[in-house]
Every structure is written in C-alpha cells, then in structure tokens.
Nanobody, 129 residues
C-alpha cells in the first residue's frame, strides 16, 4: 500500500505561483497514477488533474487548463502541481491520490462507485486578494 504526504501549502497573494509536493512511500511509486484534487470550504472535492504512471500523459479540469501543470519525478517518489496566476477562488485544501488506474483518478469525484487506493491528508492553500 502506498502512503502519500502533501506539503507546500501556505498563504500566497493573488497572481502568484505555488508548487505543492506529494511524497510517496510504500509500494513502488511508479506503479501508480497520481491525481490532484481540491476542496474549498463548504464545497465538494473537485478534480484538479492527474498524470499517468510514467508522467507522459496528463489530464486537467477544463477550468484549470493553462494555469496548473502536474508533473512527477519517479526517482524521487514525488509528484507536483505547479500552480500559476493564482486567484482567491483557488483557496482550498489540496489533496493528492494514487491509483493504478489513471481513469479512476479522473472520475472518482463524479462516479460514486469509483474508489482510489490512497489519499494524502491534504495541504491548505490560501490565496489573498
């Protein structure tokens, strides 16, 4: 079983950039696709983006394309979302998740019958205006 720990959250001014990290331990990191999600106060968790096992393919929520970029370093057992042009509405707790199937990560927030293997504990990102 893989364990995930997010880090890098904090307070950022609107227009700024931030890179979060998702560090994995346990089973081989490269066996898992990695997804990023966020949950704002009072709202449901939403899909941000995901990358396949090798990092050669990525998918993003339509609303975030162009501002968020997801990458991974399998040698370091770490995945990253790079977030640019941040807005106050990007304020949320950001979570990473892992599953052998990329598709599961893409649909987990919209298909109640889909589950993923592991979630991190989340890291809070606050964007000030």
């Amino acid at each position: 079983q893989v364990q995930l720990v997010e880090s890098g959250g904090g307070l950022v001014q609107a227009g700024g950039s931030l890179r979060l990290s998702c560090a994995a331990s346990g089973r081989t990191f490269s066996s898992y696709a990695i997804g990023w999600f966020r949950q704002a106060p009072g709202k449901e968790r939403e899909f941000v983006g995901a990358t396949n096992r090798s990092g050669s393919s990525t998918y993003y929520a339509d609303s975030l394309k162009g501002r968020f970029t997801i990458s991974r370093d399998n040698a370091q057992n770490t995945a990253y979302p790079h977030m640019n042009s941040l807005k106050p509405e990007d304020t949320a707790t950001y979570y990473c998740a892992a599953d052998p199937k990329l598709h599961s990560l893409v649909v987990v927030t919209t298909d109640k019958n889909t589950h993923v293997k592991a979630w991190g504990q989340g890291t809070l990102v606050t964007i000030s205006s």
